[in-house]
């Protein structure tokens, strides 16, 4: 999970600009200020990079780091990430 996270962790920053030390808790749009363009485009990068479609619905729920990461656990079964439930 770890690893997973930290993956995630720089694909945010990536996107956004978020403080290098936010929590794995912190909210992506409230505490981080990812603004909807920006997410969107988070979004397709995880289904480009780990190879799914993120249905809409679990996106819009996954807030935190630690629940992106444990979406994406779910959505990538039989690889590391599936390890980080």
């Not at 962790?9 to 403080?19: C, D, F, H, Q, S």
């Not at 819009?60 to 779910?74: F, K, N």
Request: proline residues 6%.
């Amino acid at each position: 999970m770890q690893d997973l996270q930290a993956e995630l962790r720089a694909l945010i920053a990536e996107v956004g600009e978020p403080p290098d030390d936010f929590s794995a808790d912190a909210h992506l749009y409230l505490d981080l200020g990812i603004p909807s363009v920006k997410a969107m485009q988070l979004l397709m990068e995880l289904e480009e990079r780990y190879g799914v479609r993120v249905p809409d619905d679990e996106f819009v729920e996954a807030t935190t780091l630690q629940s992106l990461a444990a979406m994406m656990g779910r959505l990538v079964p039989g690889s590391a990430l599936e390890g980080g439930r």
